[in-house]
């Protein structure tokens, strides 16, 4: 039974496993079954068998190697006061990790950031060369015209410059600020931006500007995407706060800490400490061919020390290899040097000098401004001489606008103030009725010829003119005109009307029409020509230049008042109000008092009116050692906000060039200043001796045209060579020059004489640059004219640290030094690096008698001669010689001074020069305030505190 029971169980199960196999199901899960044993052997293989080397695969695929930037070192003074510096900051970073896989959400996260930073009050830093001025136009940044053109060709993506302005007209050069802009926001998707719901989104021209720069940044890091690229530095922990709560909606975002360039006293020490920023491609070739580990995202000096001494200063990078999974995380770190700081160095120039000098150059030049400005119109003639020349307060109250003091843009708000609308709407008014007499003037068959325009017509169409041929716009081209032509010269001698010279130049190919962008050919000239004026007019409305131009002839004719406009200086928040000036200024109308009392406050500035004079120089120099204790330069400015775009080109547009170092970029004719060196060639040369007498009679004969002694009519009668230099008489140094031109047997040639000159010149170090570490102009030794050479004039052309050196080599007796501002170089530690000693050029061996002669002379300069009067209080013994020279008849003199002290035992050298100064009384009475504070008898806070000072009541004339 048990076994009939397993025999029915067993055919049971043979049924089931033949109904089973002839199943669909059976086939279908035999076929799983054999998948899922495949697949549970093959991740065992990976995971457990090959696991290891699984993840070693992959997380090659993900090295990367990151560099950290060393911290840079410091400058100092020669005293130990910290000049530059590195301080702690929030820095917003920007990095492409590819999680957004079209322009338009980037575009939309970019927005996001530029809109927190700009709320916070934060600029955006790039390397796109344009920014909004002051007054809300587009402006390169650029530093000059080759600079702007090497900009072009890297945004083009370009390989070399002249790459540009190609046949096809795709990589034009001449494009305005305002037009790259334009083409920049359409290259990178801005002009059709759009929101989540579909709806044009309408950017500001900042918001553009900022997205563009950040673009920009990107592009150029674009072999580097996985480093970060800074787009905002010193952020607020505002901003830091407010980035990080959205910063899941900006990915790629971060904020670092990181550590920034910071400036001591940034303004009298900017010009000689420089700055730093990002490295320019021209630059950066030159870095990497002394240092190949420099790349486009690092921060180098730019200008000045912190250009000059850069390797000493960058710190060396630090070095790591790092393995990120997928999702960035870091799985490993290998390979890891560490950053280390670079070297300090420190300057031989002494802070306080340094600020109290900064102060008493733009005290002194706010005095000659005080006593320059007149109340009323002026206008210097043919004859009038340099030193006297006046300043019509008009001039004064125009520079508020030309100089960007006031802000066109901020008359222009809704939200100005009832003055400010009352001057734009002058403006405005003004503005159509000239845009209607120029066309009208323009269009007429019978145009007026430009000599009998109206002055303030005649400047306009020369605007025009200067307009349409400048390289902007390079409609005309100049270089295609005949200039033989009776057009052209009738042109140049205002005979001809600005309308006949435009027909004149389309009939004769110089004028472009091509580039008029009206898509059309025209079959006649006037058609051409309409075109043309349509133009013009229509862009000069828009050029705030132009603009300027209109104010200028509408504050002249007192449509626009000074009253006006000293008023706005409170509304733009230029002035403070003190509850007394303004109100005072409303209630009398009187601009001209209110003006020199705010220039005597220094609440407006010489540098902010930028007039004649509104810049200068100051070197200070010890003469035994070749150090130099003050270079300053007026006027200065903030390094510590070079990195914003707006104010670098605030800096650019400024009239007054604080971007210039006037004590070694500002070339002028010495004048006067020359003359000790003519006077120890003769010397030297025996053309004359120490007590040979030469009668100058007022007038110089002997050569063509005849020399005028400044003394002229009256005569200087006999003088020695100490009374020659004392006296600083033209006739007697135009004598020596032709006496060093005329040979042993009495035959005169001018090349003789000018060969001694440069020859002596040399001697004294004028043939090469001074030797100081920061930029500097070459000097120019004169190469016509020997007798107005020996005076200083003819073609010379020196810096006022190049004359500063020459008087070095008086004062010691002969060495000549290469100046030098560098002290030393340490090491983080305070370990001493280098000593910088300053090196001797050359000496010169002349007598004893010859040296005893001059310094005597230079010393009866202060002690007998036009100078007296000015140095007569000065209780230090001091040498000099005062210089004048004339540069074009209707601009003032340019102003220097060179001297030493003490007389007796000379310790420092103190040369001032003043571009447009007047009279070289005006920097010799600089020279007098530095002694004064340099010998204990002011002090610092005092001259800080003080108000301009009185200009110098003597007229040295020579």
């Not at 560099?67 to 990095?95: E, H, P």
Request: charged residues 25%.
């Amino acid at each position: 039974m048990i076994q009939q029971l397993f025999s029915d169980l067993l055919d049971i199960i043979k049924d089931y496993f033949k109904k089973a196999v002839s199943s669909r199901l059976f086939i279908l899960g035999t076929i799983c079954f054999f998948m899922y044993a495949g697949l549970i052997n093959k991740l065992f293989s990976m995971q457990i068998v090959n696991g290891e080397e699984a993840l070693n695969e992959y997380l090659q695929l993900t090295e990367q190697t990151i560099t950290t930037a060393g911290t840079r070192g410091n400058v100092y003074d020669r005293n130990g006061k910290v000049l530059a510096y590195n301080k702690l900051a929030y820095s917003v970073t920007v990095q492409d990790t590819g999680v957004y896989k079209n322009s338009s959400a980037r575009n939309s996260m970019y927005l996001r950031l530029v809109q927190i930073l700009e709320r916070h009050g934060e600029t955006i830093q790039g390397k796109f060369e344009v920014a909004i001025d002051s007054n809300g136009d587009m402006v390169y940044t650029s530093s000059s015209e080759s600079s702007r053109k090497r900009f072009l060709r890297d945004y083009y993506g370009l390989k070399k410059v002249e790459d540009l302005d190609d046949a096809k007209g795709s990589f034009p050069s001449n494009l305005s600020a305002r037009e790259l802009f334009d083409r920049a926001c359409k290259d990178n998707g801005l002009s059709d931006m759009k929101d989540p719901d579909g709806n044009a989104i309408n950017l500001t021209d900042q918001e553009a500007l900022d997205i563009i720069n950040i673009k920009y940044a990107l592009r150029l890091m674009s072999y580097r995407k996985y480093e970060a690229t800074t787009v905002a530095s010193q952020v607020s922990d505002e901003t830091v706060a407010d980035i990080l709560e959205h910063i899941g909606e900006m990915q790629g975002v971060n904020v670092e800490e990181t550590t920034i360039r910071a400036y001591n006293d940034s303004i009298p020490f900017a010009p000689v400490i420089g700055y730093t920023g990002k490295v320019p491609e021209d630059q950066l070739e030159g870095l990497q061919k002394k240092k190949d580990d420099y790349d486009i995202n690092d921060i180098v000096g730019r200008t000045g020390i912190e250009y000059t001494m850069e390797h000493e200063l960058q710190g060396t990078k630090g070095k790591k290899t790092i393995y990120k999974d997928s999702v960035g995380r870091i799985r490993e770190t290998k390979d890891e040097t560490d950053a280390s700081a670079g070297n300090d160095v420190y300057l031989t120039l002494d802070a306080d000098l340094q600020k109290g000098i900064y102060h008493l150059i733009e005290q002194s030049l706010a005095g000659v401004l005080i006593k320059t400005i007149v109340n009323g119109d002026y206008r210097a003639g043919t004859t009038t001489d340099g030193s006297n020349m006046k300043i019509p307060v008009k001039d004064a109250y125009y520079q508020l606008i030309n100089n960007n003091v006031l802000s066109l843009k901020e008359m222009e708000e809704e939200d100005a103030s009832e003055t400010e609308k009352n001057i734009y709407r002058k403006y405005m008014s003004s503005q159509q009725q000239i845009f209607n007499n120029l066309n009208n003037e323009l269009m007429s068959t019978h145009a007026t010829a430009m000599k009998d325009l109206s002055e303030d017509m005649k400047a306009y169409m020369f605007y025009i003119y200067t307009y349409l041929s400048g390289p902007t716009v390079g409609i005309i081209k100049e270089d295609a005109i005949d200039t033989s032509s009776g057009e052209y010269q009738a042109w140049k001698t205002d005979e001809i009307s600005l309308r006949d010279y435009l027909y004149y130049g389309i009939a004769n190919g110089w004028v472009d029409t091509t580039k008029l962008e009206t898509g059309a050919k025209y079959s006649s000239a006037d058609d051409t020509f309409k075109a043309l004026i349509g133009y013009v007019l229509d862009n000069l409305k828009e050029d705030r230049n132009f603009t300027k131009k209109i104010y200028r002839y509408l504050i002249n004719d007192e449509v626009i008042t000074g009253q006006e406009l000293c008023l706005a200086l409170y509304d733009q928040g230029v002035l403070q109000d003190n509850g007394q000036d303004a109100a005072e200024l409303r209630a009398t109308g009187d601009a001209y008092a209110f003006l020199i009392k705010k220039l005597s406050t220094l609440e407006i500035t010489p540098a902010q009116l930028a007039l004649t004079p509104c810049n200068a120089g100051v070197v200070v120099t010890n003469d035994k050692t070749g150090e130099v204790l003050a270079l300053v330069s007026y006027p200065g400015y903030d390094n510590n906000r070079i990195g914003d775009g707006s104010y670098f080109s605030q800096l650019q547009a400024d009239l007054s060039l604080p971007l210039y170092n006037n004590a070694t970029q500002t070339r002028k004719a010495p004048g006067s200043t020359f003359k000790p060196i003519t006077a120890v060639a003769a010397l030297e040369e025996h053309a004359v001796t120490t007590d040979e007498t030469i009668n100058c009679t007022g007038i110089y004969t002997d050569v063509e045209p005849p020399i005028k002694c400044w003394i002229y009519s009256g005569q200087h009668g006999p003088l020695n060579i100490v009374g020659g230099i004392e006296n600083s008489c033209n006739f007697f140094f135009a004598d020596l020059g032709h006496r060093l031109s005329t040979d042993a047997s009495g035959v005169y040639s001018p090349d003789l004489g000018l060969d001694v000159l440069r020859k002596y010149a040399a001697m004294f170090g004028l043939d090469h640059k001074s030797g100081v570490e920061i930029a500097e102009l070459d000097p120019q030794i004169s190469k016509e004219a020997p007798e107005r050479s020996a005076m200083g004039q003819g073609s010379h052309a020196y810096t006022n640290v190049q004359l500063s050196r020459y008087v070095s080599a008086i004062a010691n007796r002969g060495t000549v030094f290469e100046l030098s501002l560098l002290d030393k170089t340490t090491d983080s530690e305070g370990n001493l690096i280098q000593d910088y000693t300053p090196k001797i050029s050359s000496h010169i061996d002349a007598a004893a008698s010859t040296w005893d002669t001059v310094q005597q002379g230079m010393r009866e300069v202060i002690t007998n001669g036009s100078s007296k009067r000015l140095f007569s209080d000065l209780e230090v013994e001091i040498a000099g010689k005062t210089g004048t020279a004339q540069e074009a008849r209707n601009k003032p003199n340019h102003a220097f001074f060179i001297s030493y002290a003490p007389y007796d035992n000379p310790e420092i050298c103190v040369t001032v020069n003043i571009p447009y100064g007047y009279s070289s009384s005006n920097a010799a009475n600089i020279a007098k305030n530095v002694y004064k504070y340099y010998y204990g008898y002011t002090d610092l806070e005092s001259i800080i505190n003080a108000g301009a000072l009185d200009a110098a009541k003597v007229n040295i004339r020579d």
